[in-house]
């Protein structure tokens, strides 16, 4: 059974950081790109940070390019996203997803469908 658990979401204040896990279980990660999405209030989702199975291919939107960094610990099956400089406007509930086989990183982030999705974790940033 393939699950996707988010963890690190948080409060902090605007200029903070913050570290998100994704723990992916049931899955072999040399064959599956990740992603995280977020979704804003009143929003629809958004690809942030995605990552190919060979972290060969790493996509950032203009929004958060030099801001989020995301990678992957194969033997750990965890990836992470590391924000740093959070502004208010990157608040929304961030979710992991999970796509099996060897699409690139714009294409993780720009799919309409993921095989994947966890559940999310809250980053709220707000002073």
């Known amino acids: 059974q393939v699950q996707l658990v988010e963890s690190g979401g948080d409060l902090v204040q605007p200029g903070g950081s913050l570290r998100l896990s994704c723990d992916a279980s049931g899955l072999t990660l040399d064959d599956t790109g990740f992603g995280w999405f977020r979704q804003a209030p009143g929003k629809g989702r958004e690809g942030v940070a995605c990552i190919d199975s060979s972290e060969g291919s790493i996509y950032y939107p203009d929004s958060v390019k030099g801001r989020f960094t995301i990678s992957r610990d194969n033997a750990k099956k965890t990836v992470y996203m590391q924000m740093n400089s959070l502004k208010p406007e990157y608040t929304g509930l961030y979710y992991c997803?999970?796509?099996?086989?060897?699409?690139?990183?714009?294409?993780?982030?720009?799919?309409?469908?993921?095989?994947?999705w966890g559940r999310g974790t809250q980053v709220t940033v707000s002073s």
């Open positions: 997803v999970a796509d099996l086989g060897a699409a690139k990183g714009v294409e993780i982030c720009w799919g309409s469908s993921h095989n994947y």
